[in-house]
């Protein structure tokens, strides 16, 4: 059990120009227990994991995620953190890491609660482990989140589950009826796709990297 902090928060956040939100994360790997297969190593899909490389390497960009590791303990953490995105339209959380403490998921599950506006997309491998998946199922019923269950392969496996992601070497392998991720063909960017955030797209595409 973590101890909460009585002191006041102060969440910071990544706004990347893929995207057309802002997100908030921690760091890679130190934070992703379902990164891990059976004998200790990464999943293939972690393998080359683009958080734990070059820009997110800058000690600036380490500096915020490990503020937000400690930062998110605090009493009022989820007072600020409905202040800050209440009237962000797209929120995704952790474009770096995972969610990877229980208590950390009932306090993201009150902020999306109490931001029914905000369209959140929670993409995560915590569905490996059975005592986040109540809070996991819960999160997927409100109308405003989508949690994405992360494959842990790199030929398109599709694994169980609402709402999905695969990972593909070259979109010969991606699944008839998958969405592809468009970034790859719009400069990197989302550009006017909304998939990743919409319940109707069961499972999203997108290239290794």
Request: glycine content about 6%; aromatic content about 10%; charged content about 25%.
């Amino acid at each position: 059990m973590i101890k909460v902090k009585n002191v006041l928060a102060t969440p910071k956040f990544s706004k990347t120009s893929a995207m057309p939100g802002i997100s908030w994360s921690l760091e890679a790997k130190a934070t992703c227990p379902g990164s891990l297969d059976s004998n200790g190593g990464l999943v293939a899909a972690c393998s080359t994991c683009y958080a734990a490389k070059g820009f997110y390497n800058m000690p600036t960009v380490k500096a915020v995620r490990k503020h937000n590791k400690e930062d998110w303990q605090s009493d009022d953490w989820i007072d600020v953190m409905v202040a800050e995105i209440d009237t962000v339209r797209y929120f995704r959380w952790f474009d770096s890491g995972d969610c990877y403490h229980i208590d950390l998921a009932k306090k993201i599950l009150e902020v999306m609660k109490r931001t029914p506006h905000t369209n959140h997309w929670f993409p995560t491998r915590q569905h490996k482990f059975e005592k986040f998946l109540p809070v996991l199922k819960e999160m997927q019923s409100l109308d405003n989140v989508v949690v994405r269950w992360s494959s842990d392969g790199i030929n398109g496996e599709i694994i169980e589950g609402d709402c999905t992601s695969t990972i593909v070497q070259d979109w010969s392998q991606a699944p008839v009826d998958v969405k592809k991720c468009s970034k790859p063909d719009n400069d990197g960017k989302c550009g006017s796709c909304r998939s990743c955030w919409d319940k109707s797209t069961k499972t999203v595409a997108y290239l290794w990297h």
